[in-house]
């Protein structure tokens, strides 16, 4: 008697979640559909009702701002390709299990090495140099801010994610402190459009897509053909398995940093000599972070990463034009983003995990 | 007189940071790294400058508060652990139910919370939370009349007591009781937490919702206090410092109020040094990271583990089916 | 009064279709020690989790203190004051002693550290522990850690004590005190369940033993009623037939020449004390012992990857009187070599380059005229893995953890493959024509089952994870081939093509070392096997001639104080 009771009173709890071993494609694909689906349906149903308009009139009018004019098409495309760049940057350091917060400052740096580059000796160069030595010491310096926080993980394990979140905070300073030295009254550089590259067909965007495209395409080759690349998924994987094949683990740690610095910095680079020509403390605008979103929701995939980039810069650009027209505020874009970032981050688990329901029929006997 | 101002000034600033920083502390000593702090602190903010925009038309304009002054005070500030505990929820959701990578669902909640909060200051009058300041700011009355010894130890509003108070209780519910044992615990070794019978998963949100909450206020001092009841979109980057100091304090929540006030002092140091450039200022403000990066480069170097972050810091907790 | 503190009753646990135990019946009276002794993989450790709450029975029933009980969590188990120390400590690094004990427990009133402090005092001096209830974790001993651990099972009020293997990771003076500890606690009236390996303290220190084969419960017996030999009988139980195939060895050239090597774990404990053997190209050599004797160390230290206190690991290439080749040799090399007069010719003149056109020195060398004057012999103790294989010794290792360092996880079958040989040849990029043409080949030959050479190795079953590894290893052409426990978890079928695949090395003149955990397996696969306990070697025995029973004895002798036995 005592003995049924007490196997009744064992009960599993009605749902365990299970690790996946195995996911059609398909379904991984659906799975992360149906998550911006229902994040765009919330979106529009709030932006509804804030704005009692049709809510097809309000995604009309988001793809009126991404698409509505070939001004806004190229600068949705060079937007997204600027960071796509930042994102390639940051991917080989994840992949190595490496979280490099720093890209905001790390491309910051390269804007603002480039900025004192035509600032001081843009005179004095002839252009084509200025060009080609700002571009090197641009990339050299956000190398540089990038292997300080490697060299420490690498040496004695200091927390990567906390360092590189630091440096963000000093480059941000090292450009204020530019700007108060050399800025007019209100603390900002006069663009110095004298030393920009050469406009292609109809402004810098052109250039952007096109390097960063290639960046895309060599950091691919890169990430999945060579052997350094190699070298750093073994070490991402499995530090164990790495050391006994004979890989040196810091020196993969700190070569790595130098790739995602030095890329980063090219990109602040450009964002200047091919944009603005000035540097603010809000060049990188947060993209350093965004990035960080684009390349492990494109699963540092550079080829998937494309697209992350592109519906991030979509729904940017996108959410602000319609929260302009409906005089909502700006804001709008960035609640949009995260939304939308939050639910495939959370969709994320019904891939990995299967959800199993305790089948009730066990007790009939 | 100016290092009286300048102490002032910097404990002010620090105690602000030190919302931030005790409300992580929390969260961190849980074994999550919360990098939506910036976000929380700003929905925070906002949810209490909103509150106090609502009580400001309820009571019929100025004159009505000032016969609620204790209101007008505690509203926000219940609004603004209302805020912060809702985005910790959400967080906490993502991180522990859904099993999601802690940092990027940290960066996403700040882009949230961030927009939300702007969102929200957009959409109320700023003069009517601006009107609740005064009794954020109001200071004991006999402060002026200790001169500068009272300037130094009463001449602050009432968040300033509150963010100590809370350090030290935090503190004491950390070190001294079983709640803080057991938190302690799931932020050192889930697994162990687990096999002891705590309930990780109930420890995690409950940390994260306290010490979201508890962060806001920092943001809701900043507004309300430091500035006099006017928003500046700023609070993000506080709320990076607040990340920032955490590791200053190595995770002690009292050593904190030293190592805010400190924070602080670097912060406004500038402000006070005579003959110094505006740049060379900015140069000042760089220290506080400085300092962080130093302290974290020691604390690896030393590898003494009383000072290291809780030792599951960062990782999911799922307990594998047999 | 009822004198039995804790019964079982035809208790049976299956995982998946394999039974773990099998109408497992076994009773604990109060105030006995019980040992419980059995090999590898008997059912031991499942059985006493289940009296721990770990699992769960499918059927059987328990009762403690003649009343049925439900035990399905550790909570459950220290409700019935059942308590059961683990192999694996499960400790907070950074809180006290004190803190780890009061751990999770639901007590009314208020929470004082100093209060837990002198209760634990209390216990620790009624029993005779050595213990600060202040002192950190991450400051202590082994040791001590396992006092924590017991500690915290009395201060939950524990009367049956359950200790998995306590003394494994203990130095005999240690032993020694913890055995003194327990019969204090079985004279206070605690019943006292304890696993282990060892005869010699099976038999000093229990009442009782209770003796365990494949899941089934053979006997227990009175302690004072038995011996070691009659034990040894009961856990090997009688011999079973595998029929695998084995070759005479042939050639046999000593290939690896360990000598001496000592290692030392992070708490100073030698986990490997005074280890010779050779291990000969063209036989297999097994290592049996009881898990945790040193085993891993033993091979990850030949692997390069554990340093060593001292000794030597010796490769040999017989060379003596062989020609050389360019294919071991850089042409810098031979000169070097020749200069130091390490050759000479087929007429036994010695040889000299003194004056000779390098594309002379190179014709000779070609031709097969200039020949070794003595073996190649290279010391590989403090290579690095890296090192070693640039000496061109070709060392394949099938570690114990397949997904933890001899493969990686969520890498493809082609990119596994290459983990070996990827760095080969000048260009920057990777050559996956080669690694590719490998994991087909692999495949089509091992019939492993995966859906395409592209599929995450996580995703495969372990046999086939096993086959992947195996396969690259011999695909690399070793001259010493190590494998670790590789039929662990691995169907009737696929033991055999593993089998059958170190049969062969052996056939091509490999070295092949076998660390088993069944005697059976052992005995019929290997040469000669050499038996481990506690990082010593405590025989080396000719596996065509040798017992079960022989085994067994050596692999339970206890640890040899100064380990005079080998001189």
Redesign the interface.
Known sequence: M??QA??K??TEPLI????R??ISPLRAILIRAIAVLSSFIIMALLMFLLTKENPITLITSMFQGAFGTSLRTWVLFSDTAILLGIALALTPAFKMKF?N?GGEGQVMVGSLVAAMMMFFVGDSLPFPLLILLTLLLSTAVGGLWGVIPAF?KAK????E???T??????AI??V???L??FGNAQGNLDPMLQFAIPKIFNGPYFLNILLILVICAIMYVYLR????G?EI??VG??E??A????INVSRVIIRTMVISGALCGLIGFLLVANGSCSVTTTIAG?RG??A??VS?LGKFNPIYMILTAFLVVFLQRGTSFTGEIYR????????????V??FI??C??FI??KINFRKRDKEGK | MTLITFLVSAIKFGMVLLFGSTGETITEKSGHLNLGLPGIMCVGTACGCIAEAIFFDLVGGRRGMENLAFLAVLIPILATLIGGALMGLIFSFLTVTLHANQNVTGLAMTTLGVGISDFLIASVDGYKFTAGAKFFNTSLPFADDLGAFGKLFFSYGIMIYLSIAVAIATSLVLNRTKVGLHLRAVGENPATADAAGINVTKYRYVATCTGSAIAGLGGLMFVMDYLNGNWEYVIDAIGWLCVALVIFTTWKPVFGIFCSIVFGAFYVAAEYIPGISLASKEIFKMLPFLVTIIVLIMISVKNKKENQPPASLGQSYFREER | MNTVALELKNISKKFGDKYANKNVSLTLHHGEILAILGENGSGKTSMVNMVAGIYYPDEGEIFVDGNPAVITSPKDAFGYKIGMIHQHFKLVDVFSASENIVLGIKEPGKFKLSEVDKRVAEITQKYGFQLNPQKKIHEMSVSEKQTVEIVKVLYRGADILILDEPTAVLTPQEIEKLFEILRRMRDDGKSIIIITHKMNEVLSLSDRVAVMRKGEHIATVETKNTNEKELTEMMMGEKVELNIERSEPKNLVDRLVIENICSKNEEGLPVLNNVSFTARGGEILGIAGIAGSGQRELLESIAGLLPLESGSIIFNRPKKGLPVSFYHKSFTEVLALAEQGKFHYEDGTPVSFDGMHHAQIRELVNEGKILFNEDDVTNLRDKTPLEIRELGVRLAFVPEDRLGMGLVGNMDIVDNVMLRSYRRGKSVFLDRDNPHDLAMHLIKELNIVTPDEHTPVRKLSGGNIQKVLVGREIAAAPSVFMAAYPVRGLDINASYGIYNMLNKQKEQGVAVIFVGEDLDVLIELCDRIVVIASGEITGIVDARSTTKEEIGLLMTKNRLEGGSENE
């Open positions: 005592s003995k007490s196997v009173k064992h365990h979640i299970t690790k071993t195995n979280w917060c420490f004695w394990n200091a927390n994610t906390l360092f979140l630091m440096m963000n905070y000093i300073q090292f204020t402190y530019f108060k030295l053909f060579s052997k350094q190699y998924s073994v994987e499995s164990r398995t050391k006994y094949f004979g947060g972070f965004t960080i979103l492990w909502l505020d700006t804001s709008m874009a960035d609640i949009f983003i995260g939304a970032l939050l981050i959370g994320e688990f990995n995990y």
